[in-house]
Nanobody
Framework: QVQLVESGGGLVQAGGSLRLSCAASGRTFSVDGMGWFRQAPGKEREFVAA????????KYADFAKGRFTISRDNAKNTVYLQMNSLKPEDTAVYYC????????????????WGQGTQVTVSS
C-alpha cells in the first residue's frame, strides 16, 4: 500500500500562487507515475499534471501549461505542484494520485489517492 497526503491548499486571489505538496509513504518503490487531478463541484475529476518518479518526465493538461509546474523530490518522497497566475476557474479540490505503472493522464489508471486539498481562487 501507498499512502498519499496532500497539503498546501487554501484561499488565494486571482493572479496569485500556491504550491501543493504530496507526501508519499509506504511501498513507494512500487509506484512510478504520480499525478495531480482536480474536481470542482458538479464536475468530473480531471487531469492536471503528472510526473515519473524514475525519469522525471512530465505531462500537463492544456490549461496547466505555462502556469503550473510539477516536480518531485525523491529523497523526501514528495511531489509538488506549483501553481501560478491562478484563476477563479482553478477552484477545486486537488488530489494527488500514484500508480504502479508509467505516468498517464487517465484518472482510472491510478491505484492510490490522497484525501484532497481545497484550492479556492477569489476574483
Amino acid at each position: 500500500q501507498v499512502q498519499l497526503v496532500e497539503s498546501g491548499g487554501g484561499l488565494v486571489q486571482a493572479g496569485g500562487s500556491l504550491r501543493l505538496s504530496c507526501a508519499a509513504s509506504g511501498r513507494t518503490f512500487s509506484v512510478d507515475g504520480m499525478g495531480w487531478f482536480r474536481q470542482a463541484p458538479g464536475k468530473e475529476r480531471e487531469f492536471v499534471a503528472a510526473i515519473s518518479w524514475s525519469g522525471g518526465s512530465t505531462k500537463y493538461a492544456d490549461f496547466a501549461k505555462g502556469r503550473f509546474t510539477i516536480s518531485r523530490d525523491n529523497a523526501k518522497n514528495t511531489v509538488y505542484l506549483q501553481m501560478n497566475s491562478l484563476k477563479p476557474e482553478d477552484t477545486a479540490v486537488y488530489y494527488c494520485a500514484a500508480r504502479r505503472g508509467a505516468l498517464t493522464i487517465v484518472v482510472t489508471f491510478y491505484d492510490y489517492w490522497g484525501q484532497g486539498t481545497q484550492v479556492t481562487v477569489s476574483s
